[in-house]
């Protein structure tokens, strides 16, 4: 049962970790992205999926 705990909460570090590269690597403002990123950090599920959903993408070019 740990080991199950221990795999979910590394998936939800990797993905908010992804989601924080994306949030600094996007065209929003300063303030959009610190926004954005206090929200992943304060709130690691809540946040990744409202960022997944309504936050800014990363530059693809």
């Given at each position: 049962?740990?080991?199950i705990r221990?795999?979910?909460g590394l998936i939800v570090l990797?993905?908010?970790i992804w989601a924080l590269v994306s949030i600094i690597n996007s065209r929003a403002s300063t303030g959009t992205k610190v926004?954005?990123?206090?929200?992943v950090l304060i709130l690691p599920v809540l946040g990744f999926i409202i960022?997944?959903?309504a936050g800014p993408?990363?530059?693809t070019a």
């Open positions: 049962m740990m080991e221990g795999l979910g990797v993905l908010d926004m954005w990123s206090l929200l960022w997944f959903f993408r990363a530059r």
